[in-house]
């Protein structure tokens, strides 16, 4: 192929980089890669000599061989290493050119990557994309922000490489300067909120139902047949199955019992909290990760603190799995709620002007978050894109107000256990507090005013009220 003739080039052929990239060849687009790592790029090479990819070693060749204006997207850590990677890039482009950071990128730095290149008079998109190495290679679910025109510039190779479903890409703009990179931090708050639900419930299956992990797969199996369809219950099902190469053992029980964070969650929750949103499942499923990590700890503590006997807990019998499964249906609703209503907030605090009907739909396929019941959030938001909660929905309040017996039940047989199932018990405890209109803040108010005189509003008469208190 000539020079200057391939139409978008690539940076970081790590897991992402690499699969992105034949999946966009398999488009018929002419693509080349870069990675500082030489082994990367004979990989690439090898991997794709039937395709129109090249790869290459440095990058003054790398973007010698792009059409002009360029488009080149980044796939490398989040960070840093983002930084290095323009600063290296930028003397080589002109302006007219557009980067796309395609990597899990906090937002703030994005903002500040936008300015920086704008004053170059290049375009920067901060794009989530969300998938793994699967979805970069069969069709990912991508969440680009930045400038509108920067956007319907490159918009066909992500529309042609993006999952589908029913005909439709999941891919969509999202709004101005960091909005697709917010979006995707939330999705993945999501996910972290998911994954905690999903593991609890597996806890509760062993612990209290004392099902085997054939009997586990089983009935993930089954319940992805179901309103729980998604993808995570769906790969959750297939590590049950899973065999140990090692010890021909189940593969799940020798796995050491620490989750790992790449910090994605922890900024969802971070950033809910200077918008003053409540989202206390993904702040759980962080905490949960966080306390897992105290392995050493956990077991001094197993040997000194006592809990219920299982065998003379007679409650949980009464707890069924068609039980728990209406239990984790209602995590899951109350976790996306929350997501929702964060996207919702910071799409007015930062001028986003976020879709949440868009949203919802590219995210039924690709992301690792897909799910069926992300077509009635859709319904929803279409029907009212003002809806403050997903809750406040008349589909979506009737399915949460069907199934709240059963996840009492299940909060109920699990504090009896001592099975500790934090995400799922803060459910229908966010649920119960969301439909209160009257919640005991008044005392606090009142404990404000008496030890700072903070003051306080009435119930009774407009206007703002101390108290000297014991008087
Ligand atoms: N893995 C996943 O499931 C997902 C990842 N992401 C995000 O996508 C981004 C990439 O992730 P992933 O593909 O997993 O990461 P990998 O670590 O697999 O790949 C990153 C690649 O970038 C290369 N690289 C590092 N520094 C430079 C540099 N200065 N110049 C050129 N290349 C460089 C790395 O080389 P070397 O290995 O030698 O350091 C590596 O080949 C991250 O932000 C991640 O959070 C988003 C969605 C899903
Ligand atoms: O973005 C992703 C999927 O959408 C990544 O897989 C995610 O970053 C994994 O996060 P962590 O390592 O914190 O569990």
Not at 290 to 306: M, N, P, V, W
Not at 393 to 400: G, P, T
């Amino acid at each position: 192929m000539k020079e200057q003739e391939y139409e978008l080039g690539l940076i970081g052929l790590g897991t992402m980089g690499q699969n992105l990239l034949m999946n966009m060849a398999d488009c018929q687009y002419a693509v080349v890669g870069y990675d500082k790592n030489k082994s990367k790029v004979d990989a690439l090479k090898e991997a794709t000599r039937a395709y129109k990819i090249t790869g290459k070693y440095d990058v003054p060749s790398f973007v010698q061989v792009l059409k002009k204006p360029r488009v080149v997207i980044l796939l490398v850590p989040a960070g840093k290493i983002v930084d290095y990677v323009i600063q290296d890039l930028l003397p080589h482009l002109e302006p007219g050119d557009i980067v796309i950071d395609g990597g899990n990128s906090h937002f703030t730095d994005t903002n500040r990557r936008i300015e920086a290149l704008k004053q170059k008079n290049i375009e920067f998109v901060g794009m989530g994309i969300s998938g793994g190495a699967e979805g970069a290679r069969k069709g990912p679910s991508m969440m680009p922000g930045g400038k509108e025109s920067s956007w319907h510039r490159i918009q066909p190779i992500f529309e042609a490489t993006a999952a589908k479903v029913d005909g439709e890409p999941c891919v969509a703009y999202m709004g101005q300067g960091s909005a697709g990179h917010y979006v995707k931090m939330v999705h993945n708050g999501i996910e972290y909120g998911l994954m905690e639900l999903i593991a609890e419930a597996y806890d509760f299956m062993k612990r209290v139902l004392k099902m085997s992990n054939h009997d586990i797969a089983t009935a993930f199996e089954s319940w992805n047949n179901d309103r729980l369809e998604s993808y995570l219950i769906e790969i959750t099902a297939a590590i049950f199955r899973q065999k140990d190469a090692l010890t021909k053992s189940d593969l799940i029980d020798v796995i050491r019992d620490e989750s790992k964070q790449k910090g994605t969650g922890k900024w969802t929750s971070q950033d809910a909290m200077n918008l003053q949103v409540p989202v206390p499942g993904i702040d759980l499923a962080v905490a949960m990760r966080d306390l897992s990590g105290y392995k050493d700890e956990r077991a001094k503590a197993t040997d000194k603190l006592s809990g219920p006997v299982p065998e003379k807990v007679t409650d949980g019998d009464q707890c069924s799995l068609d039980d728990l499964e209406k239990a984790l249906y209602f995590s899951f609703v109350i976790t996306y709620a929350q997501g929702m209503a964060q996207l919702r907030k910071a799409s007015t605090e930062y001028n986003y002007q976020l879709d949440l009907a868009t949203i919802a739909k590219i995210w039924r396929g690709g992301c690792i978050i897909r799910a069926a019941v992300l077509e009635d959030f859709r319904t929803a938001f279409t029907k009212n894109s003002n809806l403050e909660n997903l809750l406040l929905d008349d589909n979506i309040a009737a399915s949460v107000n069907d199934l709240q017996d059963e996840i009492r039940k299940v909060a109920k047989a699990s504090i009896d256990f001592g099975v500790p199932i934090m995400a799922m018990s803060n459910a229908i405890a966010y649920f119960d507090a969301y439909r209160s209109a009257r919640l005991p803040a008044n005392l606090i108010q009142a404990q404000r005013d008496f030890f700072g005189s903070h003051t306080y509003e009435r119930l009774d008469r407009e206007g703002v009220f101390h108290t000297v208190w014991g008087h």
